[in-house]
C-alpha cells in the first residue's frame, strides 16, 4: 500500500508554469516498485489520463493535449513525481490527481489501472 499527497496546485494565468509534486509514503514496498502517472477531473467531464512515468523514471508517457508543454519526472530517493506543466491554458484547468499501482506496464491510461489515489490539487487557469 502506498500513501500519494499532492501540493503546487494554484490559480494562474494562461500562459504560466506550475509544478505540481507527489509524494508517495510506503512501509511495505520501496516507491520504486510502483508505475506512477497522473490524472485530471475538470468540473463535469471524466478523470483523463495526463501523464505517465516508469518504474525508474527512464520513460514517460503523455496524453496529447499535453506532449510539448508537461513533462514527468521522478526522484525514487525523495518518493517524489513532479509535472512540470507550462503554456498553461484555461483548458488545463481541473484537479490533478496522482495515481499509483505496482501491476503491469508503465504508461497506463486507464483510471482502473491504478490501484492507488490522492486526493489531488486544484489547478485553476484564467484567459
Known amino acids: 500500500q502506498v500513501q500519494l499527497v499532492e501540493s503546487g496546485g494554484g490559480l494562474v494565468q494562461a500562459g504560466d508554469s506550475l509544478r505540481l509534486s507527489c509524494v508517495a509514503s510506503?512501509?511495505?514496498?520501496?516507491?520504486?516498485?510502483?508505475?506512477i502517472a497522473w490524472f485530471r477531473q475538470a468540473p463535469g467531464k471524466e478523470r483523463e489520463f495526463v501523464a505517465g512515468i516508469s518504474r525508474s523514471g527512464g520513460g514517460a508517457a503523455y496524453a496529447d493535449s499535453v506532449k510539448g508543454r508537461f513533462t514527468i519526472s521522478r526522484d525514487n530517493a525523495k518518493s517524489t513525481v513532479l509535472l512540470q506543466m507550462n503554456s498553461l491554458t484555461s483548458e488545463d484547468t481541473a484537479v490533478y490527481h496522482c495515481?499509483?499501482?505496482?501491476?503491469?506496464?508503465?504508461?497506463?491510461?486507464?483510471?482502473?489501472?491504478?490501484?492507488?489515489w490522492g486526493q489531488g490539487t486544484q489547478v485553476t487557469v484564467s484567459s
Open positions: 495515481a499509483a499501482d505496482l501491476r503491469g506496464s508503465a504508461y497506463k491510461t486507464q483510471q482502473s489501472d491504478y490501484a492507488f
Open positions: 510506503t512501509r511495505t514496498f520501496s516507491v520504486s516498485a510502483f508505475h
